[in-house]
């Protein structure tokens, strides 16, 4: 019997499970919890890229573009390793000449620089506003490897691109590398993979599994029971930051790229929305009284 998920809507910040960003779970026996599966952002991302020729008639590519600006800032930890990080502090990048919009590896570059810049074996994250990010393989010659459209198709880059600015994303996730001829294999085999084939739920776990080749970033390829061991941590600024636990990597993967999309002013705005309620909640348990005389 194979593995039947039902597509959920988005649940909203009051319905995750957070978790003090240092606490520290030690329990590593048996579990049982529930997962938090997101809708696949794929199809919305298609449909969003149709409108893309419709921001003022100019290519996005060309577009001003501040990632420090739209991007949310976060880190996923499983347990106590961090295992992804995007921070522009300036102790977390490193310019290089000729960066735009951002800092180091997190600068983006329109689709004919990146030809440039990239090698076979890496990933390319194209960015645009109020759009979810989309992943690539760049496999030489041009050419790169996605998951679009529920299949993994072989396209130029700068077709990929659909006018949007991009980055090479090799140093967002942590976990060790395979070799590039090993990432590039992995890529192609898959080409012509879709529909039910597929067992990545959207193009950054595809291309993320291509680099790494861990089952995690594959659709149900992690099984958790109990408390979940994935942490999002979203920096809101001024030394604040709220986490949010998930029980696979790939349910936490939605949540950012929703994130992504969405932008961090309303991320930002959410969250404080969330965290004023629950405070004001604390305060009711801690002063009855005070519930009381509003009531």
Known sequence: MGNQVEKLTHLNYKEVPTADPTGMDRDEGPRIGVSYIFSNDDDELEQQQDSVHDLGGENPALQPYDPQLHEVEC?????????????FSEEDTQLEEGDEGGGGHLSTYTPENLLNRCKPGDLVEFVCQAQYPHWVVYVGDFQVVHLHRLEV?????????????????????????????????NALEQVGCKDRDLSWRNSECFAAWCRYGKREFKIGGELRIGKQPYRLQIRLGDKRSHTLEFQSLEDLIMEKRRNDQIGRAAVIQELSSHLQAAEEEEEDHHHPGAQTAVE
């Open 75 to 87: 880190s996923v930890y499983y347990r106590d390793e961090c295992i992804y990080q995007k921070s």
């Open 153 to 185: 198709v072989n396209s130029f880059l700068t077709d990929a691109s659909q006018g949007r600015r991009g980055r090479i994303a090799n140093q967002l996730y942590r976990y060790k590398p395979l070799s590039p001829a090993v990432v590039v294999r």
